[in-house]
């Protein structure tokens, strides 16, 4: 079929507009919109043959999480990934973060000694956060000290406290059953000699 064309001014292109309808709208090629020609047209026919069918979630509305929540999609992609939110804070918010923990997140360690380590490691980073210089008008975040020697007493009081409830949770050991000798293997290995 060969399009008939249209003179605008300098240029010459064929048009692919179709007579008026009942309407008086002009309809396009396939019915659908000159977008849909090469936009959506692949899609809307993947659909129609069926390849669309077997995705997961096909069939279900779309959860988009709370519409008041201008981040609910970045809250989704850590849940799914796996991914900790407390790396993407600044630095003395995660410090500030870790010190909320102390002294239960320090159940792990084994000696005092260790927890002591941990705990100079902390106060080191803060001066470090502390020397770091401000920019701007605004007051900024301190994230606060440890006594080394009041948290290392509270650790201990914790795991004494934790240790006497796995004690009291801990069943009584019953007697092992007795072990049957059985004398039959032997006696066979003695009959060959």
Same mark, same amino acid.
């Given at each position: 079929?060969?399009?008939?064309?249209?003179?605008?001014?300098?240029?010459?292109?064929?048009?692919?507009?179709?007579?008026?309808?009942?309407? *008086? +709208?002009?309809?396009?090629?396939?019915? %659908?919109?000159?977008?849909?020609?090469? %936009?959506?047209?692949?899609?809307?026919?993947?659909?129609?043959?069926? !390849?669309?069918? *077997?995705?997961?979630?096909?069939?279900?509305?779309?959860?988009?999480?709370?519409?008041?929540?201008?981040?609910?999609?970045?809250?989704?992609?850590?849940?799914?990934?796996?991914?900790?939110?407390?790396?993407?804070?600044?630095?003395?918010?995660?410090?500030?973060?870790?010190?909320?923990?102390?002294? !239960?997140?320090?159940?792990?360690?084994?000696?005092?000694?260790?927890?002591?380590?941990?705990?100079?490691?902390?106060?080191?980073?803060?001066?470090?956060?502390?020397?770091?210089?401000?920019?701007?008008?605004?007051?900024?975040?301190?994230?606060?000290?440890?006594?080394?020697? !009041?948290?290392?007493? +509270?650790?201990? !009081?914790?795991? +004494?406290?934790?240790?006497?409830?796995?004690?009291?949770?801990?069943?009584?050991?019953?007697?092992?059953?007795?072990?049957? +000798?059985?004398?039959?293997?032997?006696?066979?290995?003695?009959?060959?000699?």
């Amino acid at each position: 079929m060969e399009l008939p064309a249209r003179r605008t001014g300098d240029t010459i292109r064929a048009t692919t507009d179709k007579a008026p309808d009942a309407s *008086g +709208r002009r309809a396009h090629h396939g019915g %659908a919109s000159p977008h849909e020609a090469w %936009a959506g047209r692949p899609s809307r026919e993947a659909g129609e043959r069926g !390849e669309f069918s *077997g995705l997961t979630g096909h069939g279900k509305p779309l959860d988009l999480g709370d519409p008041d929540d201008p981040d609910w999609w970045v809250k989704r992609y850590l849940d799914r990934e796996g991914l900790d939110a407390s790396a993407s804070m600044p630095p003395v918010l995660q410090l500030r973060a870790e010190h909320a923990g102390f002294p !239960e997140s320090l159940l792990d360690v084994g000696t005092a000694e260790g927890v002591r380590e941990v705990l100079r490691d902390y106060n080191r980073r803060v001066v470090q956060d502390r020397l770091r210089p401000v920019f701007g008008r605004s007051v900024p975040f301190v994230a606060p000290r440890v006594d080394v020697e !009041e948290m290392v007493a +509270r650790w201990e !009081e914790l795991r +004494r406290q934790r240790d006497e409830a796995a004690a009291r949770d801990r069943p009584e050991p019953s007697a092992p059953p007795p072990q049957v +000798r059985r004398a039959w293997p032997w006696a066979w290995l003695r009959r060959g000699r």
